[in-house]
């Protein structure tokens, strides 16, 4: 089995940052993509960042210049680095990953429980 777990959530003031972090564990073979999503309420989920294997990195519109996401495939661990956090930044953020079970044959998504990150004064 393959486990993602994500720590650095809570409460920061407009304007502060907040780091992120997410471990993957379990009968991992290799790691794929790796990215951040995140769902506010009634809202869908989105995506935030993605970084390839190769270290090529997405960012949706509103996180570019704000945050950074950052990957160690061999160490399994991806973090993202939040600046100048908005109010509509909160929301539920979700760890993801492509990763090869060595006891299945292909690729698959996984994804973690989710870390709240509230942005308020």
């Known amino acids: 089995q393959v486990h993602l777990v994500e720590s650095g959530g809570g409460l920061v003031q407009p304007g502060g940052s907040l780091t992120l972090s997410c471990a993957a564990s379990?009968?991992?073979?290799?790691?794929?993509?790796m990215g951040w999503y995140r769902q506010a309420p009634g809202k869908q989920r989105e995506l935030v960042a993605l970084?390839?294997?190769?270290?090529?990195?997405n960012y949706a519109d509103p996180m570019k210049g704000r945050f950074t996401i950052s990957a160690d495939n061999a160490k399994g661990t991806v973090r993202l680095q939040m600046n100048r956090l908005k109010p509509e930044d909160t929301a539920v953020y979700y760890c993801?990953?492509?990763?090869?079970?060595?006891?299945?044959?292909?690729?698959?998504?996984?994804w973690g429980q989710g870390t709240q990150v509230t942005v308020s004064s």
């Open positions: 993801n990953a492509d990763i090869l079970d060595r006891f299945e044959s292909r690729y698959r998504g996984y």
């Open positions: 379990g009968s991992i073979l290799s790691i794929g993509a």
């Open positions: 970084i390839r294997s190769g270290g090529s990195t």
